[in-house]
């Protein structure tokens, strides 16, 4: 099957400082790329739309100055954490869907974790 | 706004019991409905379903969708230790794809 890729898959660091997430689809092009968050033993919740060549659509709730996201090429996406606090700490995860033919599947990449101290 | 319940929450079970997970939505623009297993990591994907009454199979696991009842059920036959997961549930609308996901069925087999 398709896969996604992610990058970090883990990362501390302190409070204040901005993190770098990237998303890569390794066999395909994705147009679009979706951004989930995951808290402890809760369910995925959508944070964003990503769109190559335009700005990502945002989920109600989720502060666009804070997660900023950047889809430069067909295959990579881009969340950065920016100021981060302790209570962003979660695990954060991208998907991609293949442009043609099951096309309904969305791939997801392996998660990053991120712990703010 | 797009909903999906699953249930149960959780569901502890011995190897070789046979389970049900439910799962039941609201959407505006229903496109298909997607079944995941989750264990510690990110999801991986199990069936897609878009019809009525077509059942999807793979080895000891099944799952098929009602869209007039507005749900689906996934069965697990023969359970074993490595079913042990998180089962998630979503749906899919017809917009730009994004996927409204349920809470989690948190499946334990026991030995």
């Known amino acids: 099957g398709a896969v996604v890729s992610q990058h970090p898959s883990w990362v501390i660091c302190k409070s204040g400082t901005s993190v770098k997430i990237e998303c890569r689809s390794l066999d395909f092009q994705a147009t679009t790329m979706f951004w989930y968050r995951q808290f402890p033993k809760q369910s995925l919740m959508l944070m964003a739309t990503s769109n190559e060549g335009s700005k990502a659509t945002y989920e109600q709730g989720v502060e666009k100055d804070k997660f900023l996201i950047n889809h430069a090429s067909l295959t990579l996406s881009t969340l950065t954490v920016t100021s981060a606090h302790p209570e962003d700490s979660s695990f954060y995860i991208c998907?991609?869907?293949?442009?043609?033919?099951?096309?309904?599947?969305?791939?997801f990449g392996p998660g990053t974790r991120l712990l703010v101290l | 706004e797009d909903k999906v319940v699953q249930s149960p929450l959780s569901l502890v079970v011995h190897e070789g019991d046979t389970v049900t997970l439910n799962c039941s939505y609201e959407v505006t623009n229903f496109r298909s409905l997607l079944w995941y297993k989750q264990e510690k990591k990110a999801p991986t994907f199990l069936f897609m379903l878009?019809?009525?009454?077509i059942e999807k199979k793979s080895g000891r696991l099944s799952s098929i969708l009602d869209k007039k009842e507005l749900f689906s059920i996934l069965n697990i036959t023969a359970t074993q230790t490595g079913d042990s997961a998180v089962y998630l549930c979503?749906?899919?609308?017809?917009?730009?794809?994004?996927?409204?996901f349920g809470q989690g069925t948190i499946l334990t087999v026991h030995p």
């Open positions: 878009t019809s009525s009454g």
């Open positions: 998907s991609a869907t293949p442009p043609a033919g099951g096309q309904e599947t969305q791939y």
């Open positions: 979503a749906v899919r609308d017809t917009s730009y794809g994004k996927l409204t």
